[in-house]
T-cell receptor
Framework: NAGVTQTPKFRVLKTGQSMTLLCAQD?????MYWYRQDPGMGLRLIHY???????AKGEVPDGYNVSRLKKQNFLLGLESAAPSQTSVYFC?????????????FGPGTRLLVL | AQSVTQLGSHVSVSEGALVLLRCNYS??????LFWYVQYPNQGLQLLLK??????LVKGINGFEAEFKKSETSFHLTKPSAHMSDAAEYFC?????????????FGGGTRVLVKP
């Protein structure tokens, strides 16, 4: 049982390049989330998904797109990277049942945009 | 709408001393409240959570937190700090099921433990 895994762990991009971050969970969770973490700002929600084929915007969605084609995977895409997107990205997942709604986090992806 | 405020971005405590991390929240629905810990270069790990049962919640590693509705607070404490408690701590509030159980995080408090 690997929990929540993220690939890659670290990436350097040039401004304007694109990339996709992959999140996978093996806990059969319905809900999945993408956050970014910046110093002093805690974690801020980018996009989330309440089920396969469904996504919604979070607090800071601009410049990002997501897809959830399979229940266990949640992809975060950057179409044209900007230096402001330099951050640490975390994926999380949880059950739908509010009584079990603890979010489980992946180890993070460090992204540097030059 | 919901928000979380953590007072103090950095806290320094001596080993063996009380750890107190402050968290105040606002929420338009009955809140679920969480404390997460992040060790260097790692993801977030759940310490404890309040889900409308007992107001005093015990978590892992000797931490506990008390939900006080009248004060809209959920402060985290540990009676005796250990060197291994050096980490960053995040308080978070959850919205309703209809809102996808989204978490809103505070800015975090980094704890330094002095020998």
């Amino acid at each position: 049982n690997a929990g929540v895994t993220q690939t890659p762990k670290f990436r350097v991009l040039k401004t304007g390049q694109s990339m996709t971050l992959l999140c996978a969970q093996d806990m059969n969770h319905e809900y999945m989330y993408w956050y970014r973490q910046d110093p002093g700002m805690g974690l801020r929600l980018i996009h989330y998904s309440v089920g396969e084929g469904t996504t919604a915007k979070g607090e800071v969605p601009d410049g990002y797109n997501v897809s959830r084609l399979k229940k266990q995977n949640f992809l975060l895409g950057l179409e044209s990277a900007a230096p402001s997107q330099t951050s640490v990205y975390f994926c999380a997942s949880s059950f739908r049942d509010r009584a079990q709604e603890t979010q489980y986090f992946g180890p993070g992806t460090r992204l540097l945009v030059l | 709408a919901q928000s979380v405020t953590q007072l103090g971005s950095h806290v320094s405590v001596s080993e063996g001393a009380l750890v107190l991390l402050r968290c105040n929240y606002s929420s338009s629905v009955p809140p679920y409240l969480f404390w997460y810990v992040q060790y260097p270069n790692q993801g977030l790990q759940l310490l404890l959570k309040y889900t409308s049962a007992a107001t005093l919640v015990k978590g892992i590693n000797g931490f506990e937190a008390e939900f006080k509705k009248s004060e809209t607070s959920f402060h985290l404490t540990k009676p005796s700090a250990h060197m291994s408690d050096a980490a960053e701590y995040f308080c978070a509030v959850s919205g309703s099921l209809a809102a996808g159980n989204k978490l809103t995080f505070g800015g975090g408090t980094r704890v330094l433990v002095k020998p």
